[in-house]
């Protein structure tokens, strides 16, 4: 009789894989901010996410994946939408208006919503004491960082927006579980990215921004941020989170959600002279300790990650699963 195992994964690996999802998805605030400078916000996304989404398609075409059905694609239409559209758009367009630090706070609330629609929502269970002392914490930060006081009024229009991306982002995070996809994970995102960049192409159309771009304004500071967002923020950063869900556990993979913004928040004092007072200061601890508090204390479930920049999706958890569960013993 002989045993199929899993191979271990080696800590350089997995300690490799860990430094890209923390740096790279962290960094990727301010890349948006350098890549919109002088193309326009959707016309950018939409790009991003075209060209990433066809990669990882034709990657996953090519290693065997059966072609998606009609069904697969529907549901990866209603995830786009939420997750790459509302919930990555949303933060390209507010950060016309908001520093990258401040989208990237704002952002990391996610598991703040994910808490509460899984409490409001038919047959949800309740939070415990110390997730709802996380949920407290984590508005308490939010008001300190965009309240009255905070160093100059925030944009508005960019707060909503920013609120409205962490919304779409946990209600996709919820309908992904149950959606009906496709079994490779690569598939499954490559499908989502290309259904949300139709739609953030569509709206860039709509909006005029193709009759505004004049190529020869576009600066090469906004090429290369654009490339760093579709080659390491979509498919490097990607692939180091699959292989962070397959080799270690979903509390320690999901830590990004609280390490990201202070990368956030730091490179964009450190490198854009984005200003940091110790109001900001005072906030980013406590949002990034509330999101602390939710992640380590409440029940793992797939999709609770905290970032719409990086576009986790939850098929890739729930395709992580699975895999584990393939370990089988041969006669």
């Known amino acids: 009789m002989t045993t199929e195992r899993s191979v271990e994964p080696s800590s350089t690996k997995l300690l490799s894989a ?28 939409a790009t991003r996410f075209l060209l990433a989404g066809g990669t990882l398609y034709l990657w996953a075409r090519l290693r065997g994946a059966p072609r ?21 758009g949303f933060v390209v367009w507010a950060e016309q208006y908001v520093t990258s630090g401040q989208a990237s706070l704002l952002v990391s ?30 508005f308490v930060g939010l008001i300190l960082l965009v309240g009255p006081g905070a160093g100059g009024p925030m944009h508005l229009g960019g707060v909503l927006a920013l609120l409205w991306a962490c919304i779409a982002w946990t209600i996709g995070s919820r309908y992904a579980r149950r959606a009906p996809l496709p079994d490779s994970s690569v598939l499954t995102n490559g499908i989502e990215m290309l259904a949300g960049g139709v739609l953030l192409l569509a709206v860039s159309l709509v909006r005029g921004e193709w009759g505004e771009l004049e190529l020869a304004a576009v600066s090469a500071q906004s090429v290369l941020a654009l490339f760093y967002l579709t080659v390491f923020g979509s498919l490097v950063a990607f692939s180091a989170y699959n292989y962070v869900l397959k080799h270690s556990t979903p509390t320690r993979a999901s830590t990004y959600a609280y390490v990201n913004p202070v990368v956030a928040v730091f490179l964009g004092w450190l490198i854009a002279d984005e200003p940091l007072s110790p109001r900001t200061l005072l906030a980013a601890a406590i949002i990034v300790g509330s999101v602390a508090l939710l992640t380590l204390r409440a029940r793992p479930r797939p999709g609770g990650g905290a970032s719409t920049e990086g576009s986790a999706s939850p098929a890739r958890m729930r395709g992580s699963r699975r895999r584990k569960k393939r370990v089988r013993r041969a006669a």
């Open 18 to 45: 860990f430094a890209a999802v923390y740096l790279i998805w962290g960094s990727t605030y301010l890349a948006i901010v350098y890549a919109i400078e002088t193309i326009p916000p959707f016309t950018m996304a």
């Open 68 to 88: 998606p059905r009609p069904v697969h694609w529907r549901s990866a239409l209603i995830i786009g939408a939420l997750l790459v559209f509302f919930g990555n």
């Open 109 to 138: 609330a996610v598991p703040l919503w994910t808490v509460l629609f899984e409490w409001v929502s038919p047959g949800g269970e309740r939070p415990t004491r110390p997730v709802l002392a996380g949920v407290a914490l984590g």
